[in-house]
Nanobody, 127 residues
Framework: VQLQASGGGFLQVGGSLRVSCVAS????????MGWFRQAPGNEREFVAA????????YYSDSVKGRFTVSRDNAKNTLYLQMNNLKPEDTAVYYC?????????????????????WGQGTLVTVSS
């Protein structure tokens, strides 16, 4: 599967943005999907994840209540709606895929569990 992330941009604090990830080559519904982000000088960190049928969903503590992950398997598209953005949300956002079901909730947040990655889209939040 190939993943193409898009929708990043430059925003002010408190703004909202939705980034998308389109899958091609194979149906998105076959995959567990995750969003990760990497700020300059930092390691890539988990943001959110969603199981192949659309639930359950998982979030990092830093984005819980502000970000929402969703998917439209018919459109082969994964979304991340980001609200009340903060400067610390500035990063390159990556979508990632893993075929099959994780079964173990803790696996969703583990970067090494995902096999395919998109190229990333930059989100910059200015104060």
């Amino acid at each position: 599967v190939q993943l193409q992330a898009s929708g990043g941009g430059f925003l002010q604090v408190g703004g909202s943005l939705r980034v998308s990830c389109v899958a091609s080559g194979r149906a998105l519904g076959r995959y567990e999907m995750g969003w990760f982000r990497q700020a300059p000088g930092n390691e890539r960190e988990f943001v959110a994840a969603i199981s192949s049928p659309g639930s359950p969903t998982y979030y990092s503590d830093s984005v819980k209540g502000r970000f929402t992950v969703s998917r439209d398997n018919a459109k082969n598209t994964l979304y991340l709606q980001m609200n009340n953005l903060k400067p610390e949300d500035t990063a390159v956002y990556y979508c990632a895929a893993r075929e099959g079901l994780f079964h173990v909730p803790s696996y969703y947040s583990q970067r090494s569990r995902y096999d395919w990655w998109g190229q990333g889209t930059l989100v910059t939040v200015s104060s």
